[in-house]
């Protein structure tokens, strides 16, 4: 067998995702695009902001000598400064250049992170629903995820973190807004958590909060999203500008590092070999100049939050049990059979509608309804949304 | 908060490079940066082609709906068709879109392939002198790496591979033009690779080339590279644009998997995945577009060719004991003294800037990346003599 054995189970393990997809690939091919009504994917289908394009063509028109090529491994030292003035104000934390970290999205951004603080055996702790990968991310490093289930309501449950915590936890990894559920975590939830992790560090338990941040411009207002840096001080957020500035083919993004991470200059230079090591170098360079001119723009959010309510809507009036997102694009609805796999297949074959089934979030009797689709896909999936609600409800 | 012990260990070993990068920097503070040659970094000032610079503001301002999106982890299909159809061409094999896989540069596509074929305690050999992050690259995946020495001009010595062969030999990396040497392989060296390995396939044992072909288009005076995929049948190049079109910082190149490789498509599957799970995803959209219709094309390569042969004359000139490279913009003279550490430093004290060999697993010499201005090259002239007259007394 010519691959690596690790790579091979892992691929098995994701086997069910690619047939599903191909199942749906297929059934467009059958019964056309506009008669398939795709939830499945993360791939919004928005643009970037007309400003970023007109800043593409203006930095191609005025070349700067040296703009296409090696850079330091953190990037830029003027774009760094301008995202460290965006989280100085946002964050009122005294974050400079330095604090800053271009990565290449905010899954190079988070292995190259892991890579960097985790020795063999280190464990990390994952609230349950979870995006997949961070299994895969953390066991190229070496890593061992613990997963901890989350409420009812997808809030962090404290007992059970607690109960998860060991001598070998390096860290926990937090994903708010939260893919798959599209929950924010609360202000009060985080403040327990930090409480609970000082705690911990009296113990010699010193458990960093490793923030992937990548859909925290998309929080439609219901509740805000509480500021980590304010809130725990061994915080490192990861962010891609994939979802705010729709880019997420370019692959740029950024590690913040908390400054009351004292050892931070250590952590930097680990950062830079790692990017190496893993083969990143450093964060696409014509990107890194743009997204430093947009720090503060976002795409429309109003958007976004009409689809959400015309998805939840549609859903809660088909009967689902469902917990309203108040971020990120996606919805988590309750299956109405234990086997959600079983309802997915259903939904598919009898009403063209394309889900993902909750295992592929590590918790079954779950499906995922991505709404990052035009609103016309939306409204043309409500029909078949209240048929299958009526065979089930 | 810590860092991984691992990472700790190996910045720890790699820390007098920093050293030594500090103390330059240092002199450039206090002397001015045009009092110092700096022939100690490998990105180099050339330029983008103007026909390259120009198709990018074509894509750009053509405004294509979703051209900034995720597309397959393996890279847009007519990109990777466009590349298949330029292998075609020049190995006369049938490849396909389906053997390209679009990568973050070079560095990101030898990971891939890492990654997707090592199992833990896996061998790959590494022919010394080398680019010291393969190692990194192996034992990010699990694997081990066996360095071989070269012969004396640089080129292999298939024996010594041989001796090293093992049951865990998965791979070997072969870097032709090669950093840090400037040395590319002959056909007949290669061949004979191909011969000592396919003695173990005869075994049951499959063992691959990696080719890193990030230099491949910097060849001089007629140097023909040899198309490794007619040579060899579990070939797997790495091919990187940072070089030939000046791309460094946009991070873009590709794998190619030769049609050969029996149940290939298994491991091409494989490296998409590991492409995904490593956090690349897929490389930068815009740049995969741009690339696609450029695989004949590259920067001035008279241009660097000059470069060599100035630096090439001022280092013989001078007494350095040096192999003429074909190939790519390094030169790896001998250090005239034993300890290249020492040599550097002295040659910094003459404000010129260099990597001593260890640096690369083999003291005793030291590289220059001439891929600078040339003005700063003949300018240099007089300080390398100096440096030599310098030693005399020592010796």
Redesign the interface.
């Known amino acids: 067998?010519?691959?690596?054995?690790?790579?091979?189970k892992?691929?098995e393990e994701?086997g069910w995702i690619r047939r599903m997809f191909e199942e749906g690939i297929a059934m467009k091919k059958t019964y056309g695009d506009e008669n398939v009504y795709d939830f499945s994917l993360g791939?919004?289908?928005i643009?970037?902001p007309d400003t970023l394009?007109q800043a593409?063509?203006d930095a191609?028109?005025h070349?700067v000598?040296?703009?296409?090529?090696?850079?330091p491994n953190n990037g830029y030292e003027e774009v760094r400064e301008s995202v460290a003035s965006y989280l100085r104000e946002i964050h009122k934390v005294n974050f400079t250049p330095n604090h800053v970290y271009m990565s290449?999205?905010s899954?190079?951004?988070?292995?190259?992170l892991l890579?960097?603080?985790?020795?063999?055996g280190d464990e990390v702790i994952v609230p349950r629903p979870y995006f997949m990968?961070f299994k895969?991310?953390i066991e190229?490093?070496?890593g061992v995820i613990k997963l901890v289930d989350t409420q009812d309501n997808f809030q962090l449950d404290m007992d059970k973190i607690e109960e998860a915590i060991t001598k070998k936890t390096k860290a926990i990894l937090l994903n708010s807004p939260n893919n798959p559920t599209g929950t924010i975590y609360s202000e009060e939830t985080l403040r327990e958590l930090a409480s609970l992790l000082y705690r911990e560090r009296k113990t010699g338990k010193?458990i960093?909060i490793v923030s992937d941040d990548a859909y925290k411009k998309l929080v439609y207002g219901d509740v805000p999203l509480p500021n980590i840096f304010q809130i725990y001080d061994?915080v490192i957020a990861v962010t891609s500008h994939?979802k705010d500035l729709?880019?997420?083919?370019?692959?740029v993004g950024y590690i913040a590092i908390s400054p009351s991470?004292?050892?931070s200059d250590?952590?930097i230079?680990?950062l830079m070999?790692?990017s190496?090591?893993?083969?990143?170098?450093?964060?696409?360079?014509?990107?890194q100049r743009i997204v430093a001119r947009f720090q503060n723009s976002s795409v429309n959010i109003d958007e976004y939050r009409e689809k959400r309510d015309v998805m939840y809507n549609t859903l809660i009036d088909a009967g689902f049990e469902c917990v309203k997102p108040t971020g990120a694009f996606y919805l988590f609805p309750k299956s109405p059979v234990p086997d959600e796999l079983q309802f997915v297949r259903t939904l598919q074959n009898e009403e063209h509608i394309l889900v993902v089934p909750g295992r592929g979030f590590g918790k079954e009797g779950y499906f995922r309804v991505a709404y990052c689709v035009p609103m016309k896909k939306i409204v043309g999936a409500i029909e078949g949304f209240k048929r299958i609600g009526k065979k089930y409800y | 908060?810590?860092?991984?012990?691992?990472?700790?260990r190996?910045?720890k070993d790699?820390s007098w490079i920093r050293a030594m990068f500090e103390e330059g920097e240092k002199l450039k503070k206090q002397y001015g940066t045009e009092n110092i040659f700096d022939f100690s970094l490998g990105?180099?000032?050339t330029?983008?082609p103007q026909a390259l610079?120009e198709e990018?503001?074509r894509i750009?301002?053509s405004?294509t709906?979703?051209?900034?999106?995720?597309?397959s982890n393996s890279g847009y299909e007519d990109v990777r068709e466009e590349i298949a159809a330029y292998h075609r061409e020049t190995a006369g094999l049938p490849f396909t879109k389906d053997h390209i896989i679009m990568t973050?540069?070079s560095?990101?596509?030898?990971?891939?392939i890492l990654?997707?074929?090592?199992?833990p305690g896996d061998e790959v050999i590494v022919l010394c002198p080398y680019f010291v992050?393969f190692r990194?690259?192996i034992e990010?995946?699990?694997g081990i790496m066996r360095l071989v020495d070269t012969k004396e001009d640089f080129h292999l010595d298939i024996e010594k591979i041989g001796s090293v062969l093992s049951k865990k030999t998965k791979a070997i990396i072969v870097n032709s033009p090669h950093n840090p040497t400037g040395v590319v392989y002959s056909e007949a060296e290669l061949k004979d690779l191909a011969a000592l390995l396919n003695e173990r396939a005869l075994k049951g044992q499959?063992i691959h080339i990696i080719a890193d072909e990030a230099y491949k288009k910097i060849l001089y005076n007629g140097t023909v590279l040899p198309n490794l995929f007619q040579i060899y049948d579990n070939t797997i190049t790495i091919t990187s644009h940072s070089k030939d079109l000046?791309?460094?910082?946009?991070?873009i190149g590709y794998i190619a998997v030769s049609p050969r490789?029996k149940?290939?498509r298994?491991?091409i599957?494989?490296a998409i995945?590991?492409n995904?799970?490593?956090?690349?995803?897929?490389?930068?959209?815009?740049?995969q577009r741009l690339v696609g219709g450029f695989q004949k094309n590259s920067v001035d390569i008279l241009d660097y060719q000059k470069k060599r042969d100035v630096m090439y004359s001022i280092l013989v000139e001078a007494g350095f004991d040096v192999v003429k490279p074909l190939g790519a913009f390094y030169i790896f003279p001998k250090s005239p003294i034993p300890d290249d550490v020492k040599f550097v430093r002295t040659l910094q004290q003459h404000h010129i800037l260099t990597v001593p060999g260890v640096g690369f697993g083999r003291p005793g010499y030291f590289r220059l990346a001439y891929c600078v201005e040339l003005d700063m090259i003949e300018r240099s002239r007089p300080y390398f003599k100096k440096v030599v007259e310098s030693l005399k007394g020592e010796r």
């Open positions: 067998m010519i691959v690596a054995k690790k790579v091979m892992q691929m994701t791939n919004p289908d643009e970037p394009r593409l063509i191609l028109e070349p000598p040296g703009m296409h090529r090696y850079m290449a999205g899954a190079g951004g988070l292995n190259i890579k960097s603080i985790l020795s063999k990968e895969y991310y190229s490093h070496g010193k960093c061994l994939s729709a880019i997420p083919g370019e692959r991470i004292e050892e250590s952590l230079s680990a070999f790692s190496r090591a893993l083969g990143f170098v450093n964060a696409p360079a014509l990107f | 908060m810590p860092i991984s012990k691992n990472i700790s190996l910045m790699s990105n180099p000032i330029e983008p610079r990018l503001i750009v301002c405004d709906k979703g051209m900034h999106r995720y597309m973050v540069g560095a990101g596509g030898i990971n891939v990654k997707s074929l090592l199992d992050e990194f690259y990010n995946h699990g499959k000046a791309l460094p910082g946009e991070r490789i149940n290939g298994s491991l599957d494989a995945f590991s995904r799970i490593l956090g690349f995803i897929n490389a930068p959209a815009i740049m």
